[in-house]
């Protein structure tokens, strides 16, 4: 049976009112892979005064068939609220998504330090609505207030 390992770094920094994000890499530092063909998932946590290496999680599915790939990916990412990779299939974003992560894909590799920083900018500026719920933020759009009830 597969397994996997997730690396926990421990941080000087208090980030309990954050975000953890996942990124599907080839190399630590850029948003590189595919979802199912990721090894690797580089984990920080992201809040409105910066950002910090939360761990590492490592998978090695090459064993495993079919779906068995995608459901031990998606709970070795348990914790995590938003995962960003190059691609992702329809029914794995199911399945992650069921799992309350928020797949997010980029369009060519990026560097994970840029989408840090933008996370962190929209974090200190009007963060979208599912962000706000992530964060337990109530809206002060009186129409987004009615939607949720």
């Given at each position: 049976?597969?397994?996997?390992?997730?690396?926990?770094?421990?941080?000087?920094?208090?980030?309990?009112?954050?975000?953890?994000?996942?990124?599907?890499?080839?190399?630590?530092?850029?948003?590189?892979?595919?979802?199912?063909?990721?090894?690797?998932?580089?984990?920080?946590?992201?809040?409105?005064?910066?950002?910090?290496?939360?761990?590492?999680?490592?998978?090695?599915?090459?064993?495993?068939?079919?779906?068995?790939?995608?459901?031990?990916?998606?709970?070795?990412?348990?914790?995590?609220?938003?995962?960003y990779?190059?691609?992702?299939?329809?029914t794995?974003?199911?399945?992650?998504?069921r799992?309350?992560?928020?797949?997010?894909?980029?369009?060519?590799?990026?560097?994970?330090?840029?989408?840090?920083?933008?996370?962190?900018?929209?974090?200190?500026?009007?963060?979208?609505p599912?962000?706000?719920?992530?964060?337990?933020?109530?809206?002060?759009?009186?129409?987004?207030?009615?939607?949720?009830?």
């Open positions: 049976m597969q397994r996997s390992q997730k690396i926990t770094i421990e941080g000087d920094t208090n980030m309990t009112e954050g975000i953890k994000v996942a990124f599907a890499t080839k190399d630590m530092e850029n948003v590189n892979a595919h979802f199912g063909g990721a090894r690797e998932f580089v984990v920080y946590s992201v809040a409105k005064d910066g950002f910090s290496l939360s761990g590492v999680v490592q998978t090695d599915t090459d064993a495993m068939e079919g779906d068995d790939k995608t459901d031990f990916k998606v709970k070795a990412l348990s914790g995590v609220n938003i995962m990779c190059e691609s992702i299939g329809g794995a974003a199911a399945k992650v998504i799992n309350g992560i928020s797949p997010m894909k980029v369009q060519e590799s990026r560097p994970i330090a840029d989408v840090l920083g933008e996370l962190v900018d929209m974090l200190n500026g009007n963060p979208p599912w962000i706000r719920k992530i964060l337990h933020i109530a809206s002060d759009d009186a129409r987004l207030v009615r939607w949720a009830e």
